[in-house]
């Protein structure tokens, strides 16, 4: 089971770390990526970060933009984003699955799902 949290209200050029808790397996199995969607459209991948940490895959939308994290004692991974704007308005979900390369964007069917949590850049 996954579990977001932090999402909310944020002005434009502000910052926001969500986050993405796990429960029930072993949690440094997984790659865990972090995908987002608006009303009407598909889920788009945000970034990725491998099992130990060492790697991170970014979106070009998000590239020099934001930080993910993680802390397996934890069973936690963590997205900081910065500057930014009303267009990163969307439900923010993490995704976890067994395949190793965070260069992956799209989601695996047989991987889990967070109920997702929504950030609003607005002023």
């Known amino acids: 089971q996954l579990v977001e949290s932090g999402g909310g209200l944020v002005r434009p050029g502000g910052s926001l770390k969500i986050s993405c808790t796990g429960s029930?397996?072993?949690?440094?199995?997984?790659?865990i990526r972090w995908f987002r969607q608006t009303p009407g459209k598909e889920r788009t991948f945000v970034a990725a970060?491998?099992?130990?940490?060492?790697?991170?895959y970014y979106a070009d939308f998000m590239k020099g933009r934001a930080d993910i994290s993680r802390r397996n004692v934890e069973n936690t991974v963590w997205l900081e984003m910065n500057r930014l704007q009303s267009e990163d308005t969307a439900v923010y979900y993490c995704?976890?699955?067994?395949?190793?390369?965070?260069?992956?964007?799209?989601?695996?069917?047989?991987?889990?799902w967070g109920q997702g949590t929504q950030v609003t850049v607005s002023s």
């Open positions: 995704h976890a699955d067994l395949r190793p390369d965070v260069a992956i964007v799209d989601a695996d069917p047989s991987g889990y």
């Open positions: 970060i491998s099992r130990n940490g060492a790697r991170t």
């Open positions: 029930g397996r072993p949690f440094g199995d997984y790659v």
